[in-house]
């Protein structure tokens, strides 16, 4: 199995950042695809960003592209979110997550791709 941390969440006013962090632990040399997702009150889960672990390849929301960015590092099995030009939109909880899943079966930003999951940490922004 693999286990999720999730962490770096707070409170932030508009046009600030943020960076998420994911410490994974466990069986994750079989792991695919790493992803953050988001879920604001009575809304449904969205993936923000999420990332191919073979390769390099991104892939965002269009609602955080030019804001965000998603990286790792590889030697600390850490995976982050940078979260710059805050926006009262962008508050929710965030999730990681991680995906065994590969090849064209794979959508990277569904919710329904990815079996492991983090705890959350919670992102607020204040106008």
């Known amino acids: 199995r693999v286990q999720l941390v999730a962490s770096g969440g707070g409170s932030v006013q508009a046009g600030g950042s943020l960076r998420l962090s994911c410490a994974a632990s466990?069986?994750?040399?079989?792991?695919?695809?790493m992803a953050w997702f988001r879920q604001g009150i009575e809304k449904e889960r969205e993936g923000v960003a999420a990332?191919?672990?073979?390769?390099?390849?991104?892939y965002y929301d269009d609602s955080v592209k030019g804001r965000f960015t998603i990286s790792r590092d590889s030697a600390k099995n850490v995976l982050y979110l940078q979260m710059n030009a805050l926006k009262p939109e962008d508050s929710a909880m965030y999730y990681c997550a991680a995906s065994e899943l590969y090849g064209s079966r794979v959508t990277p930003l569904s919710r329904n791709d990815y079996n492991y999951w983090g705890q959350g940490t919670q992102v607020t922004v204040s106008s």
């Open positions: 466990g069986f994750i040399s079989t792991l695919q695809y």
């Open positions: 990332t191919y672990l073979h390769a390099d390849r991104d």
